[in-house]
C-alpha cells in the first residue's frame, strides 16, 4: 500500500493545481484522470497548463497494477465533497480499512 499511497499523494497535489488554473476539478466528461496528463478539448483547454502528472499512456495505477477509482463528484466516500480516486486493494474488493482500500479526495 506504500507505492499506492505515495501514487495518490501525487494525484492529490495534481488535481489540486489543475483546479487551480482551471478552476474545477477534472470531470468524466473531461477524461478523469486523464485531463491531469493530456490536455481536454472544450473550454478547458484553454486554461490548462499541465501536464500535472507525468505523462504516461495509461491512467495511475495502484501497487497491484490495477487502475485507480475516481469519481467526481464522490460516489463512495461521502466525507468528501469535490471527488474521490481509490484503489480496491490487492483483494480488488471495497472495504472501509484505509489500509486495504487506499483514498484521497476533497
Known amino acids: 500500500a506504500g507505492q499506492t499511497n505515495m ?9 489540486t493545481a489543475y483546479k ?7 470531470s468524466k466528461q ?4 486523464s485531463a491531469l496528463y493530456k490536455k481536454p478539448s472544450g473550454p478547458t483547454a484553454e486554461r490548462w497548463h499541465g501536464p500535472y502528472l507525468e ?4 491512467d495511475p ?3 497491484w497494477h490495477n487502475d485507480l477509482t475516481y469519481n ?3 460516489m ?5 465533497k469535490q471527488y474521490e480516486v481509490f484503489s480496491l ?3 480488488q474488493e471495497e472495504d472501509e480499512d484505509t489500509e486495504k482500500n487506499p483514498r484521497i479526495g476533497q
Open 7 to 15: 501514487t495518490l499523494t501525487k494525484i492529490k497535489s495534481a488535481v
Open 20 to 26: 487551480m488554473d482551471v478552476g474545477h476539478v477534472p
Open 30 to 33: 473531461e477524461g478523469g484522470l
Open 55 to 58: 505523462e504516461t499512456e495509461d
Open 61 to 63: 495505477q495502484d501497487a
Open 72 to 74: 467526481s463528484p464522490p
Open 76 to 80: 463512495r466516500f461521502k466525507k468528501y
Open 89 to 91: 486493494g490487492e483483494a
